[in-house]
DNA sequence: ATTAATTTGGGTAATTTGGGCT
DNA sequence: AATGTCCAAATTACCCAAATTA
């Protein structure tokens, strides 16, 4: 894969999506497949997902402070 | 520094258009020798491409809730 | 602890993509 | 920075079994 310079934070990868969530890029894919995860397609017919959807999928931890609990189990947004 | 000025934008780099689809400039190559993407010549013989196709198949979702409605999944783009 | 449902992961085959080199 | 070719890794899609949840 290339690098990630910061200005093309635009889209990410399944594998970074995967490693990110902690699930198997297949299992991204079905979500994307379901609709519940947006994702723009290469001309190749690879996926690329949208890093701030995922960020704020996963509760967008801004940096050092603000760590704090975020609602573990009030979003059921995706287990459905 | 105007990099790259906004209004003559017609014409983009291969490596613009891999960054906007988070893939390397070479598969862009490859999409174009495919017949995927419009591909016009330089004198030179390096390719330049149409900002305005790339945004289209990006999904040209300029401000922040614009396609709401857009299918992720209705668009396929493989050409196997 | 049981069933029943969904979700997730593993396997294979085919294509697409990325890295190194010219 | 871009091209062209070779080869390995990643991704896709399909199937079915295991794990998770209610």
New binding site residues.
């Given amino acids: ?2 690098s990630r310079p910061p200005e093309a934070d635009e889209l990410l ?3 970074e999506v995967a490693a990110l969530f902690r ?5 991204v ?3 994307a ?1 379901a609709g519940k995860l947006t994702s723009i397609r ?6 690329r997902y949208r890093a701030a959807e995922v960020r704020a999928l996963l509760g967008d931890i801004p940096g050092p402070r603000a760590g704090e609990a975020a609602a573990s189990e009030a979003g059921p947004a ?3």
Same sequence: chains 1, 2.
């Fill in positions: 894969m290339a990868t399944p594998a699930v198997d890029p297949k299992t894919t079905r979500w497949k290469t001309l190749g017919g690879h996926r995706l287990g459905a």
